[in-house]
């Protein structure tokens, strides 16, 4: 099923969507945690469950094979991440090709990071320098669900919320039919620059992209790649639970379940989880969600 048509369909109720982010595991150990992990979460009933795609297509066999079982064996909508880091727009054809060929009907596209020890991305020769350009590819030529992603505190590479507001238009323009937020902390983010977003007419449902803490060094270490803020009450407390995993794990919790109701109450269509393929707090947050969203 396309995502935009589960969209419609919950907006249509007055539901929120509610999504999963996985990455592929490396390891027999770690792809067997991952199959755990959507045990565990299928049971929640998500909307769909998305794959990243490891730096410069190193995962690209990984990240057709769980998308493949998440359609095929756990029975969930899937939705391929894809990047244009190292590939010719023939190298992304080819995988289309094949994300089509075995069903998958949703992707996001995406520009992705430099290469490490680069700080500056520079497109493949016979490759695209921007997102949007491969969501048109995905688009035009594919036919498929395309989505985009987007940054409420900027992007690491350029800071400037309108700018990045524009980007998102273009996205949009491109063919992107959802956004997804990087992840952030502090729901008037969100609030502010989906408003941005609204004031250059660009009306896609938004998801909310959250990662629930279970680690302040952790966290410290993504937000500094991602360019998102820790508010200081939050880092407060934080400190205060430091040393304590069990703490810190229900604080996260605790602290992701009120961002979850302030965004879905003030608007929001749904959330999508980065689950770094662990099912304990997500279980909590979303079981906690669907007591007031089933
Ligand atoms: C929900 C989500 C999922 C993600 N999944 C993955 C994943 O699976 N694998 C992975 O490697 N990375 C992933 N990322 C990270 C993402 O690849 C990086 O943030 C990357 O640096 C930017 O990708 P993009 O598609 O947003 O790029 P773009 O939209 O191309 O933006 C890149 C930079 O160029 C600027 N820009 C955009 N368009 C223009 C233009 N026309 N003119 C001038 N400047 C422009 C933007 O402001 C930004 O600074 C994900 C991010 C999010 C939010």
Do not use: W
Request: proline share 5%.
């Amino acid at each position: 099923m396309r995502i935009s048509q589960i969209l419609t369909q919950a907006k249509a109720r007055n539901r929120p969507v509610f999504s999963f982010e996985f990455f592929p595991p490396k390891t027999e150990e770690a792809a067997h945690n991952l199959s755990e992990t959507i045990k565990s979460l299928r049971s929640l009933h998500p909307d769909f469950c998305s794959v990243t795609y490891g730096a410069g297509g190193s995962t690209r066999r990984l990240t057709l094979d769980v998308v493949t079982k998440l359609k095929d064996e756990a029975g969930v909508v899937p939705m391929a991440h894809l990047t244009c880091v190292d590939a010719t727009k023939d190298d992304l054809r080819g995988v289309l090709t094949e994300l089509k060929d075995k069903g998958i009907e949703n992707v996001l596209a995406l520009r992705g990071d430099p290469p490490k020890g680069s700080t500056t991305f520079s497109s493949t020769r016979g490759g695209f320098q921007y997102g949007h350009e491969l969501a048109s590819l995905v688009r035009d030529e594919f036919a498929l669900c395309v989505g985009g992603a987007i940054y409420p505190e900027g992007h690491v590479e350029n800071r400037d919320l309108d700018m990045n507001a524009e980007h998102a238009r273009l996205k949009v323009h491109a063919g992107c039919e959802f956004l997804i937020t990087q992840l952030f902390f502090d729901p008037t983010r969100y609030f502010d620059f989906v408003a941005k977003l609204r004031s250059r007419g660009v009306y896609v449902p938004v998801l909310a992209g959250i990662m629930p803490i279970t680690d302040l060094g952790q966290v410290d270490r993504f937000t500094k790649l991602c360019g998102a803020s820790i508010p200081q009450t939050l880092r407060t407390q934080l400190e205060y639970a430091q040393g304590d995993p069990i703490a810190t794990r229900e604080l996260g919790i605790a602290y992701a379940t009120h961002q979850c109701v302030r965004l879905l109450e003030g608007g929001a269509p749904g959330i999508h989880f980065y689950t770094l393929n662990r099912s304990a707090s997500t279980r909590a947050i979303l079981s906690a969600l669907r007591a007031s969203y089933p």
